[in-house]
Antibody, heavy 120, light 106 residues
């Protein structure tokens, strides 16, 4: 069955970086994007970026361009997101989710979420 | 950039009620509109896609309609497990997606 399993909770100080991973299984990876979506406490969903698991191509929301890097490692079928120059506003739950590349317009499977806390 | 709005931001309902949530896009997005349900501490779950297509496994009391800029999600007879937050999401752009701000059903 389809699974997206994310790495565990992280705590960082302001100015540091964090990398969250998302291991995929149970489906043909090359046909899908992995999206990253975050949710600050009590807030809504915010798209951050995506990686094409077939080509490795990436796209980013303008808000995060230059501060976020999304990657796909084919050898371990794992997507990762790295966020640099963290501040308290980056405290959030970070989710990965998949979307079909061809004619795909929805996120049909999600990871369980990874809580990132930024605190001095 | 496409902006998404939802109304109401929250609503109070009882088991058995019919509930309607609206979602509006800032430009024509065809039917590139999905709906998600999220419960506290959990990841969102896909309910509807392409405006009106029911995701496999989702109860038929959920329905979606609309095209262009205006969309609705209807829950025909609210069940206890339906108390949650609902988000719409557009995917018209080829380079990303945008979520609505959410509607809390309590």
């Amino acid at each position: 069955q389809v699974q997206l399993v994310q790495s565990g909770a992280e705590v960082r100080k302001p100015g540091a970086s964090v990398k969250v991973s998302c291991k995929a299984s149970g489906y043909p990876f090359s046909g899908y994007y992995i999206y990253w979506v975050r949710q600050a406490p009590g807030q809504g969903l915010e798209w951050m970026g995506r990686v094409n698991a077939n080509t490795g191509d990436t796209d980013y929301a303008q808000t995060f361009e230059g501060r976020v890097t999304v990657t796909w490692d084919t050898s371990i079928s794992t997507a990762s997101i790295e966020v640099t120059r963290l501040n308290s506003d980056d405290t959030a739950m970070y989710f990965c989710a998949r979307m079909r590349i061809w004619n795909g317009h929805y996120l049909d499977f999600w990871g369980q979420g990874t809580l990132v806390t930024v605190s001095s | 950039d496409i902006q998404m709005t939802q109304s109401p931001s929250s609503l109070s309902a009882s088991v058995g009620d019919s509930v309607t949530i609206s979602c509006r896009a800032s430009q024509n997005i065809g039917t590139f509109l999905s709906w998600y349900q999220q419960k506290p501490g959990k990841a969102p779950q896909l309910l509807m896609y392409s405006g009106s297509s029911l995701q496999r496994g989702v109860p038929s009391r959920f329905s979606g309609s609309g095209a262009g800029t205006d969309f609705t999600l209807t829950i025909s007879s609210l069940q206890p497990e339906d108390f949650a937050t609902y988000y719409c999401q557009e995917s018209f752009s080829t380079t990303g997606i945008t979520f609505g701000p959410g509607t809390i059903v309590d």
